[in-house]
């Protein structure tokens, strides 16, 4: 029953990410279900108002140092359709990048810029945990990126987070909180509700 009860909480923490086709998460080690829910939404919206994919690598993979991001690329090449631009979050060697598939996609957005907004979140000094903050530079930098690519092609987001830490932090918090209280229901909350309603009955 308990392994019954985990599944549905999983498949109801996911189940919304089942409804896009697209999926702009290629590699994933790091990023929690709600947040690969919001950068999904993000990237759907690029693709539909600007035709752009985004993606996302999010991975332990080691970067040595003189291994090119672009080279890396080549072992997703099955995983990705033109146009793209991918960014590529590498925490194992302080690795963070962006690859576009051609060079006019490299002038819709500025990558200092994108990446300093990724970097800046781990470097911060809190009380978020590392797995958090690579969370949040992930979701923060790709949300970056895309404004950025939107607003050169002349549209507007309305999926897309401010470039802020702290108000990212808190939109990854409630996203989190949401889904604790999903589990919560599904574990504690309902079988409470249903003893207390068959106990009426009787």
């Given at each position: 029953m308990n392994i019954a009860r985990v599944r549905f909480a999983l498949l109801a923490?996911?189940?919304p990410l089942f409804l896009y086709s697209y999926s702009p998460i290629i590699k994933n080690e790091l990023l929690k279900p709600e947040v690969e829910l919001?950068?999904?939404q993000i990237?759907?919206?690029?693709?539909?108002?600007?035709?752009i994919n985004g993606y996302i690598i999010a991975t332990n993979d080691p970067f040595p140092r003189g291994y090119s991001m672009t080279e890396y690329?080549?072992?997703?090449?099955?995983s990705l359709s033109e146009p793209y631009i991918v960014f590529v979050f590498a925490p194992h060697d302080k690795r963070v990048g962006i690859?576009?598939?051609?060079?006019?996609?490299?002038?819709?957005?500025?990558?200092?810029?994108?990446?300093?907004?990724?970097i800046g979140v781990v470097a911060t000094h809190d009380s978020n945990t590392l797995e958090d903050k690579y969370?949040?530079?992930i979701l923060q930098g790709f949300s970056e990126l895309?404004?950025?690519v939107a607003h050169a092609k002349g549209v507007m987001m309305i999926n897309t987070i401010p470039n802020d830490t702290k108000q990212v932090v808190h939109v990854l918090q409630y996203i989190i909180y949401i889904g604790s209280l999903l589990v919560f229901?599904?574990?504690?909350?309902?079988?409470?509700?249903?003893?207390?309603k068959n106990g009426r009955k009787k």
């Amino acid at each position: 029953m308990n392994i019954a009860r985990v599944r549905f909480a999983l498949l109801a923490v996911l189940f919304p990410l089942f409804l896009y086709s697209y999926s702009p998460i290629i590699k994933n080690e790091l990023l929690k279900p709600e947040v690969e829910l919001k950068i999904t939404q993000i990237g759907t919206e690029l693709l539909d108002k600007c035709g752009i994919n985004g993606y996302i690598i999010a991975t332990n993979d080691p970067f040595p140092r003189g291994y090119s991001m672009t080279e890396y690329l080549k072992n997703f090449g099955d995983s990705l359709s033109e146009p793209y631009i991918v960014f590529v979050f590498a925490p194992h060697d302080k690795r963070v990048g962006i690859v576009a598939s051609s060079k006019e996609l490299e002038n819709l957005y500025d990558e200092s810029s994108v990446e300093d907004a990724a970097i800046g979140v781990v470097a911060t000094h809190d009380s978020n945990t590392l797995e958090d903050k690579y969370n949040i530079a992930i979701l923060q930098g790709f949300s970056e990126l895309a404004d950025q690519v939107a607003h050169a092609k002349g549209v507007m987001m309305i999926n897309t987070i401010p470039n802020d830490t702290k108000q990212v932090v808190h939109v990854l918090q409630y996203i989190i909180y949401i889904g604790s209280l999903l589990v919560f229901w599904i574990f504690i909350g309902r079988p409470i509700f249903l003893r207390i309603k068959n106990g009426r009955k009787k």
